[in-house]
């Protein structure tokens, strides 16, 4: 897991939009993540 990637989203998205789009969100940590493993 990319960690650094994981904080610039932190940064990028604010803390309310993480709460009310957290599934939005995993889903978009997921593919990234599936991205870079490849």
């Known amino acids: ?4 990637v ?3 989203y932190y940064k990028f ?5 993480y709460i009310l789009h ?3 969100y995993n889903t978009i940590i997921k ?3 599936i991205t ?3």
Not at 1 to 4: G, S, V
Not at 13 to 17: A, I, P, S, V
């Open 1 to 4: 897991m990319n960690l650094y």
């Open 13 to 17: 998205l604010n803390l309310d939009f």
């Open 6 to 8: 994981l904080f610039l």
């Open 31 to 33: 593919f990234s993540l």
């Open 36 to 38: 870079l493993n490849e």
């Open 22 to 24: 957290s599934q939005k």
